[in-house]
């Protein structure tokens, strides 16, 4: 549905995205996910056809971001981070705006309108001035926009940003909802845990450069380190805890890590409850014992430091 080939955007001396390779398929929703800068925007753009590449290839639905433009435009719904507000205009009237501009035919636009506006919760505000709805409104409206076109594909640009946690929540179940309708989706973000639920595929970018592409669960897994048990015991026991610990057979090492005593165990033992069983049999109550979890925030913080190739 998107691929990118050695896609380059340089702005003079500086090379925003550098030799980009992405692929994304049809159904995907993709978390463009790196820190401020790297150059995700830019790509999203790129993708929109409102910039074109320096070097390098896109192709968005087949068709080239170089001289198909207008095909992709068709197909291909953007919501930039950050877009007016204008004044004096009515939520439905805003909508009809654009409704005309996309060439949605006069009899199909009042459905279509309504449609958008059902979809995104915002029919009750329709004859609301845009300039008075809530930050979180307006993003929906937002999105209402960009679906007017039914298109195939869409690139939202940080799309819950600003969002207080209620709304983040409402605008995540809205994206669920558009998967579930079948859309390819790109979602650019910093926040990297609201993503790991609606997405099933993740690229991490840095400095135009992709660290990592490839399936969320896959990322996670990758970056477990395998025989890591982490438990919890009361701050006076910590140390004796961690002595005990170190002096089983199969304990490589054992540290204490934040509030947590943390063992690393050979790799061939299956069976970690042997951590558990030493400490309870000493005495030492226990109000965690868990494998090392990795989210997808420790995975951007570990790729984007080069730790993982
Ligand atoms: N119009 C421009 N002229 C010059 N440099 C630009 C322009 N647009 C972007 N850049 C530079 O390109 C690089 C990538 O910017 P981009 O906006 O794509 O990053 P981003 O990943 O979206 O960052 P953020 O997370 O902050 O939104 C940055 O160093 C930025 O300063
Ligand atoms: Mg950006």
């Given at each position: 549905?998107?691929?990118?080939?050695g896609?380059?955007?340089?702005?003079?001396?500086?090379?925003?995205?550098?030799?980009?390779?992405?692929?994304?398929?049809?159904?995907?929703?993709?978390?463009?996910?790196?820190?401020?800068?790297?150059?995700?925007?830019t790509?999203?753009?790129?993708?929109?056809t409102?910039?074109?590449?320096?070097?390098?290839?896109?192709?968005?639905?087949?068709?080239?971001?170089?001289?198909?433009?207008?095909?992709?435009?068709?197909?291909?719904?953007?919501?930039?981070?950050?877009?007016?507000?204008?004044?004096?205009?009515?939520?439905?009237?805003?909508?009809?705006?654009?409704?005309?501009?996309?060439?949605?035919?006069?009899?199909?636009?009042?459905?279509?309108?309504?449609?958008?506006?059902?979809?995104?919760?915002?029919?009750?505000?329709?004859?609301?001035?845009?300039?008075?709805?809530?930050?979180?409104?307006?993003?929906r409206?937002?999105?209402?926009?960009?679906?007017?076109?039914?298109?195939?594909?869409?690139?939202?640009?940080?799309?819950?940003?600003?969002?207080?946690?209620?709304?983040?929540?409402?605008?995540?179940?809205?994206?669920?909802?558009?998967?579930?309708?079948?859309?390819?989706?790109?979602?650019?973000?910093?926040?990297?845990?609201?993503?790991?639920?609606?997405?099933?595929?993740?690229?991490?970018?840095?400095?135009?450069?992709?660290?990592?592409?490839?399936?969320?669960?896959?990322?996670?897994?990758?970056?477990?380190?395998?025989?890591?048990?982490?438990?919890?015991?009361?701050?006076?026991?910590r140390?004796?805890?961690?002595?005990?610990?170190?002096?089983?057979?199969?304990?490589?090492?054992?540290?204490?890590?934040?509030?947590?005593?943390?063992?690393?165990?050979?790799?061939?033992?299956?069976?970690?409850?042997?951590?558990?069983r030493?400490?309870?049999?000493?005495?030492?109550?226990?109000?965690?014992?868990?494998?090392?979890?990795?989210?997808?925030?420790?995975?951007?913080?570990?790729?984007?430091?080069?730790?993982?190739?």
């Amino acid at each position: 549905m998107i691929e990118t080939r050695g896609l380059t955007k340089t702005y003079g001396e500086m090379t925003a995205v550098d030799h980009l390779d992405l692929s994304i398929e049809k159904g995907d929703i993709f978390a463009f996910i790196g820190p401020n800068g790297a150059g995700k925007s830019t790509t999203m753009k790129i993708l929109a056809t409102l910039l074109r590449p320096t070097t390098g290839q896109a192709y968005v639905c087949g068709y080239s971001v170089i001289g198909q433009a207008r095909h992709i435009r068709r197909k291909v719904g953007y919501m930039p981070d950050f877009f007016g507000v204008y004044q004096d205009m009515t939520v439905n009237e805003y909508l009809e705006f654009f409704a005309a501009l996309y060439k949605i035919p006069p009899k199909e636009r009042r459905r279509m309108v309504g449609d958008v506006l059902d979809l995104t919760d915002l029919s009750y505000k329709k004859a609301a001035d845009v300039s008075s709805l809530s930050r979180g409104m307006q993003q929906r409206l937002g999105l209402a926009r960009v679906l007017l076109h039914d298109p195939e594909v869409l690139l939202l640009d940080e799309p819950a940003s600003g969002l207080d946690p209620r709304a983040r929540v409402e605008m995540r179940e809205l994206l669920k909802e558009l998967r579930n309708m079948g859309k390819t989706i790109v979602i650019s973000s910093h926040i990297l845990v609201e993503l790991a639920e609606l997405c099933n595929k993740v690229g991490i970018v840095e400095r135009g450069k992709l660290v990592y592409s490839g399936g969320i669960d896959e990322v996670l897994e990758k970056l477990r380190r395998p025989g890591i048990v982490q438990v919890r015991v009361p701050n006076d026991e910590r140390e004796r805890a961690r002595a005990l610990l170190e002096d089983i057979d199969v304990v490589k090492t054992a540290v204490l890590r934040d509030d947590l005593v943390e063992v690393e165990l050979d790799a061939e033992v299956t069976d970690p409850s042997i951590v558990a069983r030493v400490l309870l049999n000493a005495g030492v109550p226990l109000s965690l014992f868990r494998q090392e979890e990795v989210d997808l925030e420790d995975a951007f913080l570990r790729l984007t430091k080069g730790q993982v190739a």
